[in-house]
């Protein structure tokens, strides 16, 4: 089965400073590839997500990276602020089944 | 507010008990999706239905089940509950897989504590 890799597994920095998540994947079959955010005790929410077929995607201050060939993908955070303190999952699909990366818990100081 | 409806949200219950937790998928959906989080852990997957049927497994227990109804609505049924099972227990639904197109979105969760 698939199997995600995400790292750092914590990640503190400096407000204003860019954050950036890495991620790789076994199953060559996987096409899809979302981003979640999620706030303690709260659920998980997309922020982002690429398809198979594109190499870079963003949304104002987030930006998400594949590289189909490596198996791994990347999401980028600039001028980080306070509010994106969370912990941040990677996934990956094949059409069947969405598997997480362990997770990422991004501190943004102040 | 996601459109994914989880229900209850904390329980708590005995060892040795059963629970069952409910999960109504966004409208239209039909894919429905049920995941574990541990206490600083990840989302562990558990199983996903497709309109009716059971299409992946993942780290799914034998102590546990699920199923999806008719009306598209889903259980997952906990058994024989053991202090580990104590978690977050995640529904997800999307239109129809989860591969491009078929965003999964999450329901709020419900909080299960094993005493």
């Known amino acids: 089965g698939e199997n995600v890799e995400q790292h750092p597994s914590t990640l503190s920095v400096q407000e204003g400073d860019s954050a950036v998540i890495k991620c790789t994947y076994s199953?060559?079959?996987?096409?899809?590839f979302p981003w979640y955010k999620q706030e303690l005790g709260k659920r998980p929410q997309l922020i982002i997500d690429?398809?198979?077929?594109?190499g870079e995607k963003k949304d104002q201050r987030i930006a998400v990276t594949l590289n189909k060939t490596a198996k791994h993908f990347s999401l980028h955070i600039t001028e980080t602020q306070p509010e994106d303190s969370a912990v941040y999952f990677c996934?990956?699909?094949?059409?069947?089944?969405?598997?997480f990366g362990a997770g990422t818990t991004v501190t943004v100081r102040a | 507010d996601s459109g994914v409806t989880q229900t209850p949200k904390h329980l708590i219950t005995a060892t040795g008990q059963r629970v069952t937790l409910r999960c109504s998928p966004r409208?239209?959906?039909?894919?429905v999706y049920w995941y574990q989080q541990s206490l600083d852990q990840g989302l562990q997957f558990l199983i996903q239905?497709?309109?009716?049927?059971?299409?992946a497994k993942g780290n799914i227990l034998e102590r546990f089940s699920a199923q999806q109804f008719p009306d598209l609505h889903s259980e997952l049924n906990l058994s024989s509950l053991e202090l580990g099972d104590s978690a977050l227990y995640f529904c997800?639904?999307?239109?129809?897989?989860?591969?491009?197109?078929?965003?999964?979105?999450f329901g709020e969760g419900s909080w299960l504590t094993v005493v």
């Open positions: 409208s239209g959906d039909l894919s």
């Open positions: 690429i398809r198979s077929n594109v």
């Open positions: 239905y497709y309109n009716g049927e059971e299409r």
């Open positions: 199953d060559s079959a996987s096409n899809y």
């Open positions: 996934a990956a699909s094949n059409d069947y089944k969405l598997s």
């Open positions: 997800a639904s999307s239109p129809g897989g989860s591969g491009p197109g078929n965003t999964i979105y």
